[in-house]
C-alpha cells in the first residue's frame, strides 16, 4: 500500500503511509544533497562515539565528546526535515535558485558549527561561552552567526512553500509545515540569542541523557521545544489530514496555540533565578 485517500479533500497522491525501508530512496530522491549530508553527519556519530569511550575528559560535568555527538545528531535531524519538505515543490522550484541557497547555506554553516565543536572537544576545550581571548571570542560570535543561518533557512523554505503550494497535499497539512518551519526559526534563533549570553548553570540535579538544571535558569528545554517546532507540527498536520478530521487546520492552529504556550513556560523557567 503506497497511498490512501481518506476523505473527498484529500488527493489521491497524498501519501499516507510510506514503508521505513523506503524513508532513505524518498529522501535522496526530494533533495540528495541534503541527505547525503545528513548521511555523512550520522556516519561521523561512530567515531565519536569511539573517542566518547576512550577519552575520558569532561567539561561542566559531561565528557568532552558529548556535545560534537548532540550537534551531529541535531544538524543531521534539521537537514532530513529539510529534504523532507523541500519534496513538497515542484520540481522546477526543487531545483531552482533558492532551493539551492537553502541547501547551501545550511550545508555551510551546519559544518561550521560542528567543525569547530568538534575541534573544540578534541582540544578538551569548551566551543560555547569560551571568550577568554581574541580568537574565542571571534569564534564565538560566527557561531551564533552560524547558528542563525541554519534556522534561517527555514522561513525560507515556508515563503517558497506558501508561493508554490502542491495541490496534492491537504490545506492543513500545508499549513503546519509553514508554521512548523517558521516557529523553528521564531522560537530557535530568539531563546538562541538569548542563550548565547546566558550560560546554563551547571552541578545539581539534571533530566538524564539531555543534561538539563531542574533548578530553573536553563533556557535549553525552550531552545529543544522551539527548534522542533518543525517536526512536531507538521506531524500533527498530516495526522489530522490522514484521519480526515473535518475541522484539520482548526486543529493545526489550536495545536500551534498549545505549542507556543509550552514553548513560554519554559521560557519563563529558564529565565529565572536558578535554585
Known sequence: MNALTLNADVSPRFQVFIPLRRWPAELWARE?????????LLALLVPMALAW???DRVLRDANVWIKPMKFAFSIAVLALTTAWFAGLLPAAQRHGRAMSWIVWLLIGSGSFELSY???QAALGQGSHYNIGDAYHMTMYALMGIGAFVLTVTQPILAWQLYRHPDPTQPQAYR???MLGLVLTFAFGAGVGSLLSGLQPPSGGATVPLFGWSLGGGDLRPAHFVGIHSEQVLPM???AAAALGIRRAKTLVWSAALAYTALFAVLLAWGLRAPV
Open 236 to 238: 500533527t498536520g498530516f
Open 32 to 40: 540528495p544533497r541534503l541527505a547525503a549530508f545528513a548521511a555523512l
Open 117 to 119: 565543536i568538534t575541534l
Open 53 to 55: 569511550g576512550i577519552d
Open 175 to 177: 499549513q503546519a509545515v
